[in-house]
Each structure stands twice: as C-alpha cells, then as structure tokens.
C-alpha cells in the first residue's frame, strides 16, 4: 500500500516566487495535516483537514501561506510571495480521523527560498 | 506550558544498554499516545501507540503510559548504534489535534 506522496521533494525558489506544494494522503484516511520543521522551532502544525473541511489553521503562520484539500486524494500548500525565512522541511501526513489512529508522515518537502 | 514535554537531550547510551525517554501532557483527556523515530533527513516514522495503562512491548520497544501521572516512557532494550535518532512524542487530544513534542536526541555509542 503506498504511503503519503508529497511532491515536489526539494524545491529551490527565489524570494517573492510563489511555491506550491503537493500531498496525497494514504487511501481511506480522511484526515491530512500540514507541518513545517525547522532546527529553531522543530515541527509545528500549520493546518489540519478532516473530510477535506479546515479544522484548525491557527498554526498558518500568515497570509501568504494557504491550504486547500478539493477532495479526500489531494492537497496544496500555496506560499506566495515566499520569503527566506520560510525555507524549512514541509511534511504532509494523514490519519483515520476517529477512533485515535496514529499519524503516517510522507517524505517532505525540502524548501530552499534564496 | 506546551501541550507535550520532552527532555531535549541528546541521550547517550553504550550500545547494549536501555535508552528511557519521557514525555510529559497537559491535556488530561487525551487517550492516544505515540512514539516516532525521526533519522537525520527523513521524516517521523511510528514505532509504538498506546492507548491504556500500562506497558506494551513490541521487540525491542516498551511504551509505558501513566494517565493519573500524565506521564508516557518509551523504553529501548539491548540499544544499538542504528537507534540513534530523535524520538518524538505525540499525544492526540480530546479535538483530534496531534500535539508532538521537540524531540530527544539519542545516540548510541558502539
């Protein structure tokens, strides 16, 4: 069974281009989560989806940053314009949204913004 | 105060010995706990849940969990040079939110 794809794994931008970032969640799981890893702050929650519908966005650090999931195979991490300081590792992950499953990670996405 | 709190390390243990990390929570309601290990470069990959007092083995691995004290442990016996990662805790909260901790260092030194 393949597990969460992310696509791009490594993206190279300049400053002000606009990145977006792919995830599709494991088939059958129907919540998916977006965080940002970093050596200063370590991994933090951006955005939660259950049944494609935003739950908690609290975590998305402005508004150039936006999430959708248009259905339950797909979602996007929009940035734009992106700023250095937004070069991290982005993980993707899904879960079962009931009954307490455990998270299941994708690859990441490597994001450099010169 | 942090949802999860781990003690940052980094952990060294001799090959062959225990490695025992902690993993304290706040929200008293949580029922779901887990343990990722992270390696250099890769992302966080499960390698225990627990869902009641107790202990559970699995190999190696022993999580133990304390709900009264707040308290979840993974313990690693026989500890071997490719257990050196970060351990992440994570607990799933009453709203269905995962909160992960910072993470402890482990190296196991050969």
């Known amino acids: 069974d393949a597990g969460v794809i992310q696509s791009p794994r490594h993206e190279v931008t300049e400053m002000g281009q606009e990145v977006t970032l792919r995830c599709k969640p494991i088939?059958?799981?129907?919540?998916l989560f977006w965080y940002r890893q970093t050596m200063m702050r370590g991994l933090e929650l951006l955005i939660y989806?259950?049944?494609?519908?935003?739950?908690?966005d609290s975590g998305m650090p402005e508004d150039r940053f936006s999430a959708k999931m248009p259905n339950a195979s797909f979602s996007t991490l929009k940035i734009q314009p992106s700023e250095p300081r937004d070069s991290a590792v982005y993980f993707c992950?899904?879960?079962?949204?009931?009954?307490?499953?455990?998270?299941?990670f994708g690859p990441g996405t490597r994001l450099t913004v010169l | 105060q942090k949802e999860v709190e781990q003690n940052s390390g980094p952990l060294s243990v001799p090959e062959g010995a225990i490695a025992s990390l902690n993993c304290t929570y706040s929200?008293?309601?949580?029922?779901?706990f887990f343990w990722y290990r992270q390696y250099s470069g890769k992302s966080p990959e499960l390698i225990m849940s627990?869902?009641?007092?107790g202990d559970k083995e699995d190999g190696r691995f022993t999580a133990q969990l304390n709900k009264a004290s707040q308290y979840v442990s993974l313990l690693i016996r026989d500890s071997q040079p490719s257990d050196s990662a970060t351990y992440l805790c994570a607990v799933r909260g009453t709203g269905n939110q995962f909160y992960f901790g910072t993470g402890t260092s482990l190296t196991v030194i050969p």
């Open positions: 992950a899904s879960s079962l949204g009931s009954s307490g499953r455990a998270q299941f």
């Open positions: 989806f259950n049944n494609n519908v935003p739950i908690d």
């Open positions: 929200d008293r309601g949580s029922q779901s």
């Open positions: 627990i869902y009641s007092n």
């Open positions: 088939s059958g799981h129907n919540s």
